[in-house]
């Protein structure tokens, strides 16, 4: 018999003394329940991803340390702790998983295939280490490849070969929307390469940007599920195995239940923002609540993620406010149970108008006063956020992120947004599903949280009369659809239009995302959800001449 217990934690970068305590609490959770080792993610002492924080000499020390500290306290017999750290030797970095058992550091083992792209950049930090055989711990030959090592065949063919019987896989794997089933898809490919079982272990929470989901497993040498953890939440968990003739079986462990995509979706956004504004230790944050979709949605989240005494609300009206709009906001703040304050804006638009009368003189009036009534907002908002602490969000999703459709220093301003990273067609549809469902251990009510009047209006910035966002947008369906073509599948214009989509609409889409380069580039960070993300993911220069050819005629 033997037991391992799968600690699916969620660290803070660079808080060496808060993972190692974690690491104590899990490993007296699991002598509790019998186990014979414990599990860790990947480069769980350091947090993950450290970035270029690992390669201070100071934080390479400590994390050694601390690892060093943790094997000595082995010596009481309990179980071995199997955890991954940054580990320097003969002078190079690696990615390290370190067996702490009877008092020592009994082995290392280093992460061979380092990811470089994406939001990775191993390449940049790590040194790759060599194809290493199995670790021999509690009569047990174990296989510990990390994380990037499963989705090659090379470390686990090695593992193979050198008599590995179980495979455990330390993951530090960030959420997007198609992951759960590609991980369960090179599991089985590793599974099905090697004959042996396989533990998949992933870390949870939130780390600026990405979002760590967990949902950890195990497969069986026959490729079955035998334990699955919840997704977006710390467990520790047991799982119970027997030596049979054709080699070691997980007999028990969790079977928690996967969430489907849009849940998954919401979940990691409410997450992402949880432990933004916690790990950075915000008291809580503000919002503008409009009265549209954005806003109304992001508010449920921050709800969800913090509770309602941390949300703070604030309606800032205008001329072109309208009565719908305030009775909106005022519904839906009632039924989150966030504080609420109207703050009007008149004032501060005039002021600033009028003090630049002069420069103006003679110019028609534009977008320019429009964007003015954005910019009163946006200062308005940081001035609640400096005299309260509270970090402000930002609501903008990312339809209008890709168009520029948002006001630098305005609309934009803020310390994190947890749906930038959703088209507009995503918001509604999140939005409806939130009054059906929210996450386990969401703070937020149950029920209907979006007024449905707000789900079904057509959406307006409301910075000039009769104002819709299709004044200037092609209808959402058509442009969500079209910026996913180009930037989730970077497909080429005459491919779009061949998928049935009108060339100048492409074409006008087109220019709109090349041109909005520079404002995103300033936008606060957000939750990534999709294969291709504005941040990490997707690294376009401002200055920037190329136009896909298909977006001009050619020349006969």
């Not at 290392?108 to 390449?123: A, I, M, Q, S, T």
């Not at 290493?132 to 989705?151: K, M, Q, S, T, Y």
């Not at 995302?513 to 580039?521: D, G, I």
């Not at 294969?531 to 401002?542: A, Q």
């Amino acid at each position: 018999m033997l037991t391992i217990a799968l600690a699916q934690l969620n660290p803070i970068v660079g808080d060496i003394a808060g993972n190692t305590e974690k690491v104590r609490r899990a490993r007296t959770d699991a002598a509790a329940g019998g186990a014979d080792m414990v599990l860790f993610p990947e480069l769980f002492l350091a947090g993950y991803p450290p970035e270029d924080l690992v390669l201070k000499p100071a934080f390479q020390a400590a994390c050694r340390s601390a690892a060093e500290e943790l094997a000595r306290e082995t010596a009481d017999g309990g179980p071995a702790l199997i955890i991954g750290t940054p580990w320097v030797e003969a002078g190079r970095l690696y990615n390290a998983v370190a067996v702490l058992d009877g008092s020592g550091v009994i082995a290392l083992r280093y992460k061979v295939d380092l990811p470089n792209y994406g939001v990775f950049d191993e390449k940049r930090v790590f040194a790759p280490g060599p194809l290493a055989g199995p670790v021999e711990l509690r009569g047990v030959r174990i296989g510990l490849p990390i994380c990037e090592d499963i989705w090659g065949p090379d470390p686990i063919e090695c593992l193979t070969e050198t008599g590995a019987e179980i495979v455990l896989v330390p993951n530090g794997s960030p959420y997007r929307r198609t992951i759960a089933a590609q991980r369960l898809g090179v599991a089985a490919a590793r599974v099905a390469q090697s004959g042996l079982p396989l533990v998949y272990l992933n870390q949870v929470g939130g780390q600026d940007e990405l979002v760590f989901d967990g949902g950890s497993f195990v497969m069986g040498a026959d490729r079955t599920l035998a334990a699955q953890l919840p997704a977006f939440r710390e467990a520790i968990a047991l799982t119970r195995w027997e030596k049979r003739a054709a080699g070691w079986v997980c007999t028990a462990g969790p079977a928690a239940t996967p969430l489907a995509e849009d849940e998954a979706n919401y979940a990691a956004c409410v997450l992402g923002l949880k432990d933004y504004v916690d790990k950075n230790r915000f008291p809580g944050v503000v919002l503008g609540l409009s009265g549209g979709i954005d806003s109304a949605l992001c508010a449920a989240m921050a709800v969800d993620a913090l509770g309602a005494s941390r949300v703070h609300c604030v309606m800032l009206p205008y001329r072109y406010t309208s009565n719908q709009s305030l009775s909106d906001a005022a519904d839906i703040a009632t039924r989150l149970g966030v504080r609420y304050d109207i703050v009007p804006i008149a004032a501060a638009v005039e002021g600033l108008e009028a003090t630049l009368a002069g420069v103006f003189a003679g110019r028609p009036r534009d977008v320019t006063e429009e964007n003015l009534q954005s910019r009163a907002r946006g200062t308005i908002l940081m001035s609640i956020s400096n005299k309260f602490g509270a970090m402000v969000v930002t609501t903008g999703n990312k339809s209008e992120m890709s168009t520029g459709y948002a006001t630098l220093y305005g609309d934009m301003n803020g310390g994190f947004n947890p749906i930038k990273d959703l088209y507009k067609t995503e918001v509604w549809r999140l939005s409806r599903l939130r009054n059906r469902w929210k996450p386990d251990g969401a703070g937020g009510p149950d029920g209907e949280v979006i007024p449905d009047a707000i789900i079904t209006r057509p959406p307006t910035a409301e910075l000039k009369d009769d104002q819709t966002d299709q004044d200037t947008l092609p209808p959402y369906e058509v442009l969500d659809d079209i910026l996913e073509q180009l930037v989730e599948q970077e497909r080429p214009i005459a491919d779009i239009v061949a998928a049935g989509h009108e060339l100048e609409t492409v074409k006008r889409v087109e220019r709109m995302l090349t041109l909005a380069e520079y404002k995103r580039r300033q936008a606060a960070p957000g939750v990534k959800v999709t294969e291709k993300n504005f941040g990490r993911d997707r690294r376009y220069p401002i200055t920037n001449r190329f136009r896909d050819p298909g977006a001009t005629p050619s020349r006969t």
